[in-house]
């Protein structure tokens, strides 16, 4: 079994009424990998329109081979599109998402559609959401769909600005190792004002 930590830095700055954008940075380090696997850092601008979201996005990221250790520059930018509806306690949203992996062997293409629900449990509880969601990846170049990724959890409060989520994942892949994983996983989410 590999144990591996995700964290993400967020920064959020509101430009104007409907414009705000993100600098994010993230690492990834793993028991069984050469660490950090992952280094990331990027900005994304976001426009909202009623329940439309309009995304642009660059990261630069650092990728490590899991076997060789040997490192790998990534260019991706993306672009995306999302529409959400809120039916009494319950939020449905969809993202579409275009992103290229500059620096990877053919410059891939993805589409990724991630369909997801939450419920929004009443505040005397410190449950606040259930959530379930499932993204599938097109990948152009090879002309298929090449991995889906589903998830179910819970959301708690953990304290007045802190966020606790437990989930399950399960990916399967068409192409590469592993063809599918099952992760057991938690978030924590600190919002500093």
């Known amino acids: 079994m590999d144990g591996q930590l995700w964290s993400e830095l967020d920064a959020t700055y509101p430009i104007a009424a409907n414009w705000s954008a993100t600098a994010i940075f993230t690492a990834r380090v793993g028991n069984e990998l050469p660490n950090p696997t992952l280094t990331a850092g990027g900005l994304q601008v976001d426009y909202r329109s009623g329940p439309w979201t309009a995304t642009g996005t660059t990261y630069y990221v ?7 250790g040997a490192r790998t520059a990534v260019w991706l930018p993306a672009g995306a599109l999302a529409y959400e509806v809120t039916i009494g306690p319950i939020t449905l949203s969809d993202r579409n998402r275009w992103e290229q992996l500059e620096g990877l ?3 891939p293409v993805r589409y990724r559609n ?4 939450d419920w929004r449990v009443p505040d005397r509880h410190a449950l606040t959401d259930i959530f ?4 599938v990846f097109y990948d ?3 002309g298929a769909w090449t991995r889906n990724r589903a998830q179910l959890g819970v959301q708690f409060r953990a304290g007045p600005n802190t966020r606790m989520q437990t989930y399950y994942l399960c990916q399967s892949n068409s192409y590469g190792a592993p063809s599918r994983l099952n992760v057991l996983g938690l978030t924590l989410q600190f919002e500093i004002k």
């Open 62 to 68: 650092s990728l490590r081979n899991a076997a060789s």
């Open 105 to 107: 062997p053919g410059d």
């Open 114 to 117: 991630r369909a997801s629900a």
């Open 132 to 135: 379930v969601a499932d993204e």
């Open 140 to 142: 152009f170049s090879r």
